[in-house]
Each structure stands twice: as structure tokens, then as C-alpha cells.
């Protein structure tokens, strides 16, 4: 007797061969996602489109363009997205495609550290003046709106350039938000704890009162000292190494995300029964 014969199981199988080619399908995406083939993508889109516009209203000669287009189509997608089809039958080979879902943000947590060290790094051995907030589970919109959005991939070059002393967006914070930096000039609440050394400046003050009313983390770069200041949930961590200081932001960042991430699997695991 078939399983097909079962209706719940017939509705069974069908749900989880849905989902596995969804799931295919996203996969897939996120192996072109930021490449070419994204626009080479859309573009074959946007061919089934006009066929199927044309058939409906009868457009013949377009219509029979079309269509060809679509029988030729695939020999045109294995030479047009030979270099990404090799990229994904390699990550099949080692074991990473489905996988990469899962350490695509981790990845880019790491790129984030590496960045803000290099230009932390940079900027203190020259006294080059820095004030950077990294957006967490609390949002910081409210102190984007006040500087000069950027919306820019994070890179150290970008950051060193952002806070050399008389150009434009120097003054005030830079803000990050989901691993890009959202804007630059912004202005952070300044702390007025009584407790705070007479010797802090208004970086310092700036910092710590962001990290007062949200989960941020704040990176400082003295201009007097050079020295590398963090604050983290109200608290400043003063004159850190380059070592200490890169060692405690991943922990604050990758290591953190890891622990959210799995516990989040967790509760959904527990959840689902």
C-alpha cells in the first residue's frame, strides 16, 4: 500500500518537498547574494515578465522573442553564472552550503572587530580624536537622525578618513548598525553622573551616556592621550591595549551574537516540542 493512500501523510510529504525546495531556493540566493548575478538574476525576471505579459495580450512577435529566450536560457545561465555555480558546487563538496546561513552573520560580526581595530589602532598612535557606537539589541535611530547618514560597507580606511581632525564629518559619532555604518557627525546624550573623573572629556561623557540609556558599545580614542577607551553598559573600560581592546569587542560582538544565536535555536527547539 502506498503512503500516498494516507491523506495527513500525502499532506506531509507534500509540506516538507515544499519546503526543501525553498529552502534549495534561498540557499542558492544567499550563495549569489552580493555578485553580479543578482542583477543577471533580475534580468531573467524580468524576461518571464514580458513573455507573459505578451502571450496574455497577444503580442506574437515578442512573445515567440521571448520564448526563445527562455529555451536558450539555460545554456546562457551555465556560462553567465559559471564562476558562482562553481562556487556553490564547492561549498556542497566541503560541506558549507547550508551552513553558510548560519556563519554569514558571524562573518560579518569578524569583519566588523577587525575594522574598528585596525582604524582604532591607527588612530590612537597618531592621537587622532574617535567616538564610534555599535548598535546592539537597543535601537539607536533616534541619534542617526541627528548626524549624516552614510549607510556605508565598514571598512578601516572609511573610519580613519571620517575622523581626521577639520573635515566634515569629524565632529560627533559614528553609529553601526547591522554591520554597516548608518551615519557619521551624530550626537550622543552626554552623561551627568557626578562620579565621572574631572579628566574625561566630552567623548567620554558622550560615550558613557549612550551606554546609560541603551546596549550599545562605545569605542573612544583620546586625542590628549591616544588611549582607547570602551564603555559597556554604563561602565568604562579605560586605556586598553590594542590586544585587550580587540580581544574584549569580539567577545562583546561575535561571542555574544553566538550565545544569542543558540539561544534562540534553543527556545525554538523547546517551542516546537
Excluded at 218 to 228: D, F, L
Amino acid at each position: 500500500m502506498s503512503l500516498s493512500n494516507f491523506p495527513f501523510i500525502d499532506f506531509l510529504i507534500n509540506s516538507l518537498d515544499i519546503f526543501l525546495v525553498w529552502f534549495v531556493i534561498y540557499q542558492l540566493l544567499l550563495v549569489i547574494k552580493g555578485t553580479k548575478a543578482v542583477q543577471l538574476l533580475k534580468g531573467i525576471f524580468v524576461i518571464i515578465i514580458v513573455r507573459s505579459l505578451s502571450g496574455l495580450l497577444g503580442f506574437k512577435t515578442l512573445y515567440w522573442l521571448m520564448d526563445q529566450a527562455m529555451d536558450w536560457g539555460f545554456i546562457a545561465i551555465v556560462v553567465i553564472f559559471q564562476p558562482e555555480l562553481r562556487r556553490a558546487l564547492e561549498q556542497i563538496g566541503r560541506g558549507k552550503l547550508f551552513s553558510k546561513a548560519i556563519t554569514h552573520e558571524e562573518d560579518e560580526q569578524e569583519h566588523t572587530v577587525e575594522a574598528i581595530t585596525k582604524a582604532t589602532e591607527y588612530m590612537a598612535k597618531r592621537r587622532i580624536g574617535a567616538l564610534i557606537s555599535i548598535e546592539r539589541e537597543t535601537g539607536l535611530n533616534e541619534y542617526v537622525e541627528t548626524g549624516i547618514e552614510l549607510n556605508s560597507v565598514i571598512t578601516a580606511e572609511l573610519l580613519i578618513n571620517i575622523f581626521i581632525p577639520n573635515t566634515p564629518l569629524h565632529d560627533g559619532a559614528v553609529i553601526i548598525q547591522k554591520n554597516k555604518i548608518a551615519a557619521a557627525a551624530c550626537y550622543l546624550p552626554l552623561s551627568e553622573s557626578p562620579f565621572i573623573s574631572k579628566e574625561l572629556g566630552t567623548r567620554h561623557r558622550a560615550a558613557l551616556g549612550v551606554s546609560e540609556v541603551t546596549d550599545c558599545l562605545t569605542v573612544v580614542v583620546s586625542e590628549e592621550t591616544g588611549s582607547i577607551s570602551l564603555t559597556v553598559n554604563g561602565k568604562l573600560h579605560r586605556d586598553l591595549s590594542p590586544d585587550q581592546f580587540k580581544q574584549t569587542l569580539k567577545e562583546e560582538l561575535v561571542n555574544v551574537y553566538k550565545t544569542s544565536a543558540q539561544t534562540r535555536w534553543n527556545w525554538r527547539v523547546k517551542k516546537n516540542g
